[in-house]
């Protein structure tokens, strides 16, 4: 029996915020409605019932959209809002996003997909 495919397309990606939004249209018929958290994110990926596949098309093209601004961005909201025990930690993602290093947001939404790898097969288009 073959697997289902939903499709994220990376033209709808311009931001993190509309990642949320293209997750959103691509998982609708599962009846959820992700706020960009990414703990729930993990769970989200595991919502439909059985194994399946997510092509994410255009995939280099939302791999420079969601580079290290958009990392900026997230971790400077995350340092803000943690828990105080975590803020060093926090801290030193950010000035190594600032610097152009470590994870770009879209290798940490790869990086949480592929966690997932018994529910979900990530295919980069």
């Known amino acids: 029996m073959s697997k289902p495919v939903l499709t ?7 931001d993190f915020a509309s990642f949320i939004q293209e997750f959103n249209r ?7 409605e992700w706020s960009g958290n990414l703990d729930a994110f993990n769970d989200y990926l595991v919502w439909p019932d059985g194994e399946y ?3 994410w098309e255009r995939s280099e093209l939302s791999r ?7 990392m900026v961005k997230w971790l400077g909201e995350r ?3 943690c828990h105080p025990a975590n803020v ?8 190594a ?6 994870q770009t947001m879209f290798d940490l939404l790869v990086e949480i997909i592929r966690g997932n790898k018994n529910y979900v097969e990530l295919r980069l288009a």
Do not use: C, K
Not at 97 to 102: D, L
């Open 8 to 14: 994220i397309d990376g033209n709808n990606v311009y």
């Open 26 to 32: 691509t998982f609708s018929q599962f009846d959820v």
């Open 53 to 55: 596949i997510l092509v």
């Open 64 to 70: 420079q959209r969601l580079g290290f601004d958009e």
């Open 79 to 81: 340092v803000q809002h």
């Open 88 to 95: 060093p930690q926090m801290r030193e993602r950010l000035e």
């Open 97 to 102: 996003a600032e610097r152009a290093e470590g």
